[in-house]
């Protein structure tokens, strides 16, 4: 078994965590997410559950509620294509990214699976939790691929959205279960035109429909969230920009996938960042969104605050909250439930955005492991190459004992972008648990 196996599976059947970004806690790893507020006022995440470096996904889906977007609960389990809760009698394949949508009581749950004979699928459930049951495999007259969204629009009509590459839709019938192939519509947004790569979701604001998926617009990878608008849901569509892009969040990232909700009178976007120099064990994260006079929206950057406010530079900062990277550093898991800067490398670089240093800080403190040749760590504000605060010395170690270091910084106050230098013989450094400023 990969060593990285997800520590859910040491877990019970819900998680409870207060978070920012990411918003799933360390050593779990919920990606695709797909958003959907239902009529209890809370607001659901329905994605995909990474578990190695070897493979995309899992066997199994879990689902993310809040109602404040800052406490999340997670329930476990709620679908499997095989083992426990097996609901899929016809593959035992892995589950990539799911979605969900609600008619009449039954709440359906929308799989697919990347084994062609397997592919896409719906299950049902009284609440929107689950437990999911029944899994049946869906006709698309010879198109299946991966990927499904639902979108249901003002007068009823429900739609289904899959594929790569090239963009799929076609209504489905009143049953929720069935797509009436007659309908279909190949190609309305495509990678040539649109960077359209798979991960496709929809949305309808103010009379404009809007197409939200992964974006290849950037480097030839699909690290963006991208969209095109529409006056009808199934097109024609005018490619609009990128929302978020979440390049450096991982050395190796590679996809991204997502959504936009409107919660509370707020748009949100919720998208994933790589772990573990993988192009897997992906995280879901936020961040508010804003639409301009002529429906753009605006692109935002990553942060580690999310839909919250600025992180207290006084509280204890994890260092998996880091949201830009650059070099060979990475996030990973080194213990159950907890997660570190690992593998840092001379010049590497990690950014905080943004925290709130109050009326001034002076001294901070780091959770270190130092390694064999040790290093120094730079603080810096705003920008990697300017305004240092503090430089602190690790010295070397072969212990493998976990320290805390305290240096004095000049006073900081207000808010900033933090960001974290490293220096030192190019391997074995030191790793890096948490920082606290007091």
Not at 21 to 33: C, F, H, L, R, W
Not at 299 to 326: H, W, Y
Request: one cysteine or more; proline letters at 5%; aromatic letters at 14%.
């Amino acid at each position: 078994m990969n060593r990285y196996i997800l520590i859910i599976l040491l877990l019970g059947t819900a998680i409870n965590t207060f978070a920012q970004n990411p918003i799933v806690p360390a050593g779990v790893y919920i990606a695709d997410p797909s958003a959907k507020v239902w009529n209890d006022g809370k607001l659901y995440i329905y994605g995909s559950l990474d578990e190695s470096t070897d493979y995309y996904c899992s066997w199994r889906h879990h689902v993310m509620e809040t109602n404040d977007l800052q406490n999340w609960k997670i329930t476990e389990k709620v679908f499997s294509s095989k083992g426990e809760n097996d609901q899929v009698s016809y593959s035992d394949a892995l589950l990539f990214a799911p979605d969900c949508a609600y008619k009449d009581g039954t709440w359906y749950l929308y799989y697919c699976q990347p084994d062609p004979k397997a592919a896409e699928g719906v299950a049902t459930g009284s609440s929107p939790t689950g437990p999911f049951i029944n899994g049946k495999k869906m006709e698309l007259n010879g198109m299946e691929e991966i990927d499904p969204a639902v979108f249901i629009d003002d007068d009823g009509q429900a739609y289904y959205i899959w594929g790569q590459f090239q963009a799929k839709i076609a209504k489905l019938k009143p049953n929720m279960t069935e797509i009436d192939t007659s309908s279909i519509v190949s190609g309305f947004v495509n990678e040539k035109e649109h960077f359209f790569h798979e991960g496709g979701y929809m949305v309808k604001r103010k009379d404009i429909y809007y197409f939200i998926y992964a974006d290849m617009s950037r480097a030839n990878r699909p690290t963006c969230i991208g969209y095109a608008t529409s006056d009808s849901p199934m097109g024609p569509y005018t490619y609009r920009g990128v929302i978020v892009d979440n390049s450096h969040c991982d050395p190796a990232t590679w996809n991204n996938h997502g959504s936009i909700a409107e919660y509370n009178d707020q748009w949100y976007v919720f998208y994933h960042r790589s772990t573990h120099n993988s192009r897997m064990m992906r995280k879901a994260c936020v961040e508010p969104i804003f639409f301009n006079d002529d429906g753009s929206i605006s692109e935002v950057e990553m942060t580690s605050q999310g839909a919250g406010a600025p992180l207290s530079a006084f509280d204890k900062i994890d260092a998996e909250r880091a949201c830009l990277l650059f070099g060979n550093v990475r996030i990973q898991l080194f213990e159950p439930g907890n997660e570190e800067l690992a593998e840092i490398e001379n010049d590497d670089n990690a950014a905080y955005k943004y925290i709130d240093f109050k009326e001034g800080a002076a001294k901070v403190t780091l959770r270190v492991k130092p390694l064999k040749n040790g290093g120094n760590i730079s603080i810096r504000l705003n920008q990697p190459w300017a305004n240092q605060i503090a430089w602190v010395i690790v010295p070397g170690s072969n212990t493998g004992e976990w320290q805390t270091i305290t240096a004095e910084i000049e006073k900081t106050e207000g808010i900033h972008a933090l960001w974290l230098s490293f220096y030192g013989e190019e391997k074995d450094m030191f790793e890096l648990d948490w920082l606290r400023f007091e």
